[in-house]
């Protein structure tokens, strides 16, 4: 049995379900909205790769390296984008959430905050993580703020770390959560998702 199993997560109009290939079509429409596979520090797949991009989430899962969700609106079913589970250990119950882009149209609104929410939620309260980590590009400045403003503590700064999609090597900014800072932090969320209402 793997340590992240498939799951459907959901709170209000905001679900997470697993990433199939049957999402490939509203996936290459979210990455248009805003066309974002031109930013070179996210990993949005361009159009013609979007099938790729799935597949390679999926052959990580067989690995046990990676868990992706499609982000969907409930209400109307639209796929918003893609967020997932990775770096899994098992032996000491750690998930980093990133791999994580949205639609431009839904940036900064309160979706990315749920979709931490269910993340946060379902990695310590079910999965039993002790720690939840992320990693950014260090050109990523929107990226670094919005996982400040979750409230996970930066750890450092891994040098050379990455290569960017334009050959680039990346430094790479690393964040963790801990599940004693988690009851505050999901308060906090609760309130910033009320707020957007």
């Not at 049995?1 to 997560?9: I, R, S």
């Not at 520090?41 to 361009?46: F, G, H, K, L, Q």
């Not at 430094?171 to 998702?193: A, F, G, K």
Request: charged share 25%.
């Amino acid at each position: 049995m793997a340590f992240v199993e498939p799951v459907t997560l959901q709170q209000g109009n905001v679900r997470l379900e697993p990433l199939t290939l049957a999402h490939e079509e509203g996936l290459r429409q979210a990455a248009a909205d805003g066309e974002l596979w031109n930013l070179r520090i996210t990993s949005v797949p361009a159009p013609d790769a979007t099938k790729a991009y799935i597949e390679t989430a999926l052959a990580a899962h067989e690995q046990g390296q990676r868990f992706a969700f499609a982000v969907i609106d409930a209400t109307t079913g639209r796929v918003l984008g893609s967020t997932s589970y990775h770096d899994i250990v098992p032996a000491v119950r750690r998930v980093e959430i990133g791999y994580t882009w949205y639609a431009q149209s839904v940036q900064r609104t309160h979706v990315n905050t749920t979709a931490k929410l269910l993340l946060l939620a379902h990695a310590f309260d079910t999965l039993g993580c002790p720690v939840v980590g992320w990693r950014t590009d260090n050109l990523n400045l929107a990226s670094q703020r919005a996982i400040e403003r979750l409230g996970a503590k930066k750890d450092g700064v891994i040098r050379r770390q990455a290569l960017r999609r334009d050959g680039s090597i990346r430094d790479t900014v690393m964040y963790s959560m801990t599940v004693e800072e988690w009851p505050q932090v999901r308060e906090r969320l609760l309130r910033r998702i009320e707020s957007h209402s």
